[in-house]
């Protein structure tokens, strides 16, 4: 049972997830008027480190068959 919890598929599920609440955070926070520029640029940097966390995982579950 606790496999599933930590399984690379999972794991991709809620990278995924938190990718998209930052993307939205993100967007809400540039429609307003004044934002705090040192909070964007984390939250902007933590959604680049999720999206290669993502890309690392989709090329671990999905190998490529010209090896």
Known sequence: ??????SPERQL????IEH?????????????APT?????R???K???SLRDQ???LERLLSP???A
């Open 20 to 32: 998209a609440d930052l993307n939205a955070m993100i967007d809400k926070s540039e429609a307003q």
């Open 54 to 56: 993502i890309q690392r």
């Open 13 to 16: 599920i809620e990278l995924r």
């Open 46 to 48: 933590r959604r680049l």
């Open 36 to 40: 705090d520029e040192l909070m964007m």
């Open 1 to 6: 049972m606790d496999a599933n919890l930590h």
């Open 64 to 66: 490529d068959d010209l």
């Open 42 to 44: 984390r939250l902007k």
